[in-house]
């Protein structure tokens, strides 16, 4: 099976050697993504804008591996204050409308820094590459491995 990698280029990424997102088949699978700007900083003072800045860079992986916020079926929510949920809540409906994934929220003791309010994980299912009737170009400039 093929398996295709992206990464954002995040500091976060470097540091610890991990990629943003997985592609297996039709499996692509999100890592945890903090809502952060390019040199790692929150991208935003309140869980809402760290929500939204997250999804961005969800989103931004999908797309890089043939999907999109559309593919995700199932999104994890670690967060460290129950008194995130509405700003958190409020930026998936701005991203996902009616058409919400399966949800799982966890309370965290902290995330990797704590400035950070949430973290997002996402499982999506796009066509499968494989499937002839759903054909798709290969990502350019990501890793390939048999």
Known sequence: M???RASSGSTWERSFGYARATRAGALILVSGTLGADALGRPAAPDAHGQTR???????????????????????????????????????????????????TTVRVAGLADPAFLVELEADAVVRDDRDPAFPRARPAGDEEAD
């Open 53 to 103: 800045a997250a999804l961005a860079i969800v989103d931004e992986a999908l797309r890089r591996l043939g999907g999109g916020l559309d593919s995700v079926l199932r999104l994890r929510v670690h967060f460290v204050d129950p008194e995130v949920g509405p700003g958190v809540l409020a930026a998936l409906h701005e991203a996902f409308g009616e058409a919400l994934p399966a949800l």
């Open 2 to 4: 093929k398996i295709v």
